[in-house]
């Protein structure tokens, strides 16, 4: 299943009460799908808002591994 050749940035970042949240952004088809699919597999809450997918905890590595998993490419890939 091969995905359009957009970048897809994936980065953590610290919130309020030192809680951290991985953010996936530049997904541009099945975002919602996506979402669900990374809560899941990383038992994790999140949600998709703004045009970005937003999973509570610090998951950057497990995130590019399902992202790939699910037919981006590596070179789609920008972790930070």
Do not use: C, P
């Amino acid at each position: 299943m091969a995905r359009e050749a957009a970048k897809i940035k994936v980065y953590s970042v610290k919130r309020s009460f030192g809680k951290w949240v991985t953010v996936v952004e530049g997904v541009t088809e099945g975002t919602k799908e996506l979402a669900k699919k990374l809560k899941t597999k990383l038992a994790a809450g999140g949600t998709f808002k703004e045009g970005k997918i937003e999973v509570q905890g610090n998951h950057k590595d497990k995130v590019k591994k399902i992202l790939l998993d699910s037919g981006f490419s590596q070179d789609q890939i920008e972790v930070e």
